[in-house]
């Protein structure tokens, strides 16, 4: 499962701590690698073991002590207490994928725009070195999506998603005509380009771009979003987290695409139906601040809150 084998490699005989730390980069991007040597050495310095991708470390300056592996799989994190991710939003939505499989709590860095799923800036290394190293941190669950497409009657694909799973023409030139189904029972049908289907975590993310709601994260919650609709009543609904969503892709139409947290993706033809429900296996997240999502709501959209008087915490 581990390799220590190669240029550069560890031992991988275990930290003097005992303990070890998942460290995974976009390393296409220059500020990830200057922040995931400035990480590793933190971590090293205080007697953490550090494990790392070995094609990823190909292109970082990091230490021989660092425990390289070669197989991308949810076995990787074994032994790990945190899964540290630095990049933007598909870096981390790609760490989301080993952290849901492994159960090992995820530590967002944001190096993007947004990043929403992370819990520090760039800025923030020094402070994340120092939490990780002290045990300084809560974890939470967050809710995800269990989606499974049928066509005839016939399961032929089963996924997941954290943020949301989106069902969308390919035919830029037609729509794709839809119905629309909770718990059983039709709601209404119409030519769009999509429905997002998407967790209160993802409410933030492509729902929020197609007009939906945002939810916060301790509202269990599933949400069913049109992607520009031709119909009079085509309002973002909200739903019970037990709820069954269903959209259903007509006959005669164009077929359409799948996007599971815009990673992965399945073409549906015409007739394919995609269930979503809430998933059976969150994704775990390390928390270092105790701050409101109020708050973390306002700096992630630099929103405009100058004149405000109310009570000072």
């Not at 007697?47 to 990091?62: C, I, K, N, S």
Request: glycine share 12%; charged share 20%; proline share 6%.
């Amino acid at each position: 499962m581990t390799d220590s084998a190669g240029s550069g490699s560890g031992s991988g005989s275990g930290s003097a701590t005992g303990r070890t730390v998942f460290l995974l980069a976009h390393t296409g991007r220059p500020a990830a690698i200057r922040s995931a040597e400035l990480v590793v050495k933190g971590l090293l310095r205080c007697g953490l073991g550090v494990r790392v991708f070995a094609h990823e470390a190909a292109d970082l300056p990091l230490p021989r002590e660092v425990e390289l592996v070669t197989e991308s799989t949810p076995g990787v994190l074994d032994g790990c207490e945190l899964l540290i991710v630095l990049g933007g939003d598909g870096t981390l939505l790609r760490g989301a994928e080993f952290a849901r499989a492994s159960g090992v709590p995820m530590l967002g860095v944001n190096l993007g725009r947004v990043g929403f799923l992370a819990e520090a800036e760039r800025d923030d290394l020094d402070k994340v070195v120092d939490r990780v190293v002290t045990r300084e941190y809560e974890v939470e669950e967050r809710m995800t999506l269990d989606v499974i497409v049928r066509t005839n009657g016939d399961v032929v694909h089963q996924d997941w998603a954290l943020n949301e799973a989106a069902v969308q023409k390919v035919s830029p030139e037609r729509m794709l005509e839809v119905v629309l189904e909770i718990d059983g029972r039709p709601v209404t049908g119409f030519g769009c380009d999509g429905i997002v289907c998407a967790t209160p975590t993802g409410s933030t993310a492509y729902a929020f771009s197609a007009g939906g709601p945002v939810v916060w994260p301790e509202v269990e919650a599933l949400l069913m979003v049109p992607i520009s609709a031709h119909a009079l009543f085509a309002k973002p609904l909200v739903t019970s987290p037990n709820s069954v969503l269903a959209v259903e892709v007509q006959s005669g139409t164009p077929h359409g695409v799948l996007w599971c947290d815009g990673r992965r993706t399945l073409e549906l033809p015409a007739g394919a139906r995609v269930e979503v429900r809430r998933g059976e296996v969150p994704v775990r997240l390390a928390r270092l601040h105790h701050a409101s999502f109020t708050d973390r709501l306002v700096a992630k959209f630099a929103l405009p809150v100058s004149g405000w008087r109310g009570r000072p915490h």
